[in-house]
């Protein structure tokens, strides 16, 4: 089976910075796009930021030049760097990775979510 595990999120003041991880592991053989989504109470789950297998990334509005997405590919990891965190960055965030294990299908995996809470 394929596991993804987050760890990162917390509480911190306005302003502040965080970093969240996402590690795949177990039978996972291949990844390609990975991505950062966060939901908010009474809201959708949107995207946050992506990356794809070559390292190129896109983010929503909202973060551009406060949060930066990276993957390291030799561990099967994925981070976020949230930098100048507001009140309304405060969600539920979810690691998705596209990946296959063995020489099956590429799908889509969910990692638990972390919350992430910024308040003063």
């Known amino acids: 089976q394929v596991q993804l595990v987050e760890s990162g999120g917390g509480l911190v003041q306005p302003g502040g910075s965080l970093r969240l991880s996402c590690a795949a592991s177990g039978s996972i053989s291949s990844i390609s796009d990975m991505g950062w989504y966060r939901q908010a109470p009474g809201k959708q789950r949107e995207l946050v930021a992506g990356?794809?297998?070559?390292?190129?990334?896109r983010y929503v509005e909202s973060v551009k030049g406060r949060f930066t997405i990276s993957r390291d590919n030799a561990k099967n990891t994925m981070y976020l760097q949230m930098k100048s965190l507001r009140p309304e960055d405060t969600a539920v965030y979810y690691c998705?990775?596209?990946?296959?294990?063995?020489?099956?299908?590429?799908?889509?995996?969910w990692g638990q979510g972390t919350q992430v809470t910024v308040s003063s």
């Open positions: 998705n990775v596209q990946g296959r294990s063995g020489w099956g299908p590429f799908r889509d995996y």
């Open positions: 990356i794809t297998n070559v390292g190129g990334t």
